[in-house]
């Protein structure tokens, strides 16, 4: 049984799904809309490139929106 943790952050706070095993996660950060930064254990990885990824037992994958620093 895998025991990943994925953390949704979005304006509202933030969603954590507990217990997942690798497929699940992979189909809830498939089905987010709009452009998403993912990091599985501290380390950025495409979103695309998610299918790819071997995603560790008790990982922990956080899923963010894009952030952008600019002039106001």
Not at 25 to 34: H, I, K, N
Request: charged share 25%; aromatic share 2%.
């Amino acid at each position: 049984m895998s025991n990943i943790t994925l953390k949704i952050l979005d304006l509202t706070g933030d969603t954590v799904l507990a217990d997942l095993d690798a497929d699940a996660v992979r189909a809830e950060v498939t089905a987010l809309d709009g452009e998403r930064w993912v990091f599985v254990d501290g380390r950025m990885v495409q979103r695309d490139a998610l299918a790819n990824i071997d995603i560790a037992e008790n990982a922990t994958v956080l899923v963010t929106r894009q952030m952008v620093a600019g002039l106001v």
